[in-house]
């Protein structure tokens, strides 16, 4: 009896790899719909047009951007995680409900470790901690050593609670030894216009948000949350080395598919976007959009998410971030 459920079971991946390998033959022979988590006109929405239109150029079909934004991202992810896994139902998906979500959210109706298959990571870019051109701080260890002079009495901006770039504060504020206090927002741009307005401290902005207001001399960027020194601001040193070695944060998009995908789609996409993001065209398209582009293999990919949600798991829990 077992021989035969071992037989059975034998047979059942071979016909599945058979099927598998048939359906990426003539795969892409329909238009593919690349589902975005947020609303037209934001960094995410840009990623994917960009992107989608090269591959479009080289697979022969149409990709169609269908924006499906709310609830933190938590819509459109899921809409992918349950999509059928035949390659026309893709996700940009971005490191706020990849890795974020994971760490804040008690329930979230996708894994996406288990439901979802990564394909490669597109972009990233590191966060810029800005703080307004009249405060007296001229470097990351002026701020530090200000903030710890007014224990409580400084505070710092973010998109929201459980946002990435309220968890990146945190992380910052745990490595420095700081107390300083959050102040929600709902967008970047209310939290950037506080701190113009001289209300806030400091904020990490993304590039695109603040970029604009570091060169009008408004806005000071102190440091910036990459290992290494961003081509986006090649003058504005790493938190790393200013004084805290190792720190890094990273924000990213990527693409995905549902699990169960057939390998052989997975890797003919992995090739098509890849070869995408590295297209000279394609890399200053991303440029202007203070996005730096990667291309990935789906294994290292997957590593590095599993890693990024273990990481703002610790970071939420010694906060005691948690949104309901």
């Known amino acids: 009896m077992r021989s035969w459920t071992r037989r059975a079971l034998v047979l059942a991946c071979a016909l599945q790899l058979v099927a598998g ?8 022979s329909r238009p593919i719909k690349l589902v975005v988590p ?6 995410a929405d840009g990623v994917a047009r960009i992107v989608a239109k090269k591959v479009s150029e080289t697979i022969g079909q149409p990709i169609v951007i269908e924006n499906k934004g709310g609830a933190g991202a938590i ?4 809409v992918v995680a349950k999509a059928e896994p035949d390659g026309y139902t893709l996700l940009l998906g971005q490191s706020g409900p990849i890795s974020i979500n994971p760490a804040v959210y ?12 990564p394909i490669t990571m597109t ?17 990351l260890q002026e701020l530090v050593a200000l903030a710890r002079s007014k224990p409580g009495a400084l505070n710092y901006g973010s998109t929201g609670v459980g946002a990435a770039n309220h968890l990146v504060a945190e992380l910052f504020n745990s490595k420095a030894g700081l107390q300083m206090t959050h102040v929600p927002y709902r967008g970047t ?22 970029l604009p207001h570091l060169k009008s001399g408004k806005l000071r960027a102190l440091a910036v949350t990459s290992l290494e020194r961003s081509t986006i601001a090649p003058d504005v040193p790493t938190v790393a080395e200013s004084g805290y070695p190792g720190f890094e944060a990273l924000a990213w998009h990527g693409i995905f598919a549902p699990a169960r995908t057939p390998p ?18 394609t890399k200053a398209l991303l440029a202007n959009q203070a996005m730096q582009t990667v291309g990935s293999t789906p294994d290292v990919f997957a590593a590095f998410i599993r890693k ?9 829990a010694a906060a005691k971030v948690k949104v309901e």
């Open 38 to 43: 947020y609303a037209p006109g934001g960094g």
């Open 264 to 281: 052989a789609i997975i890797d003919k996409l992995n090739e098509e976007f890849v070869k995408a993001v590295r297209d000279p065209e």
């Open 308 to 316: 990024d949600i273990a990481t703002w798991k610790d970071v939420a």
């Open 75 to 78: 819509v459109g992810t899921e």
């Open 189 to 210: 741009a209310l939290a950037v216009g506080d701190l113009l307005a001289g209300q806030l401290t400091m904020v990490f902005g993304d590039p695109i948000s603040v």
């Open 123 to 139: 972009t990233d870019y590191p966060y810029i901690l800005v703080v307004n051109a009249d405060l007296p701080a001229g470097t």
């Open 106 to 117: 008690k329930n979230l109706p996708y894994d996406p470790v288990k439901d979802l298959a």
């Open 21 to 28: 390998m048939a359906s990426a033959a003539d795969y892409p």
